[in-house]
């Protein structure tokens, strides 16, 4: 997860919050949180990726529909 929060901080500060390659970090360290159950902070991160995605990519695009999905499940883990 370290490793994973690394690769986001620095795909934010050299491509920019928007990136596509950044938001794809965002949605990987999500995915790692999400299995050590750390359900809050992968809600935040889902959601922060899923406004920029939507915005950037559309939300009809493949990685915005990957992002919105995981928000779901995400959500439904907490209950």
């Keep these: 997860v370290a490793v994973l929060r690394k690769v986001l901080a ?17 949605n990987n360290l999500a995915g790692a949180l999400r299995r050590w159950g750390r359900h ?5 991160l889902y959601r922060g990726a899923l ?14 529909l990957t992002v919105a ?4 499940v995400a959500l439904s883990k907490m209950g």
């Design 10 to 26: 620095g795909r934010r500060k050299i491509l920019g919050e928007e990136h596509p390659d950044a938001l794809n970090a965002a």
């Design 40 to 44: 809050d902070e992968v809600v935040d």
């Design 51 to 64: 406004v920029v995605l939507s915005r950037v990519l559309g939300d009809r695009h493949p990685n915005t």
């Design 69 to 72: 999905t995981n928000l779901a």
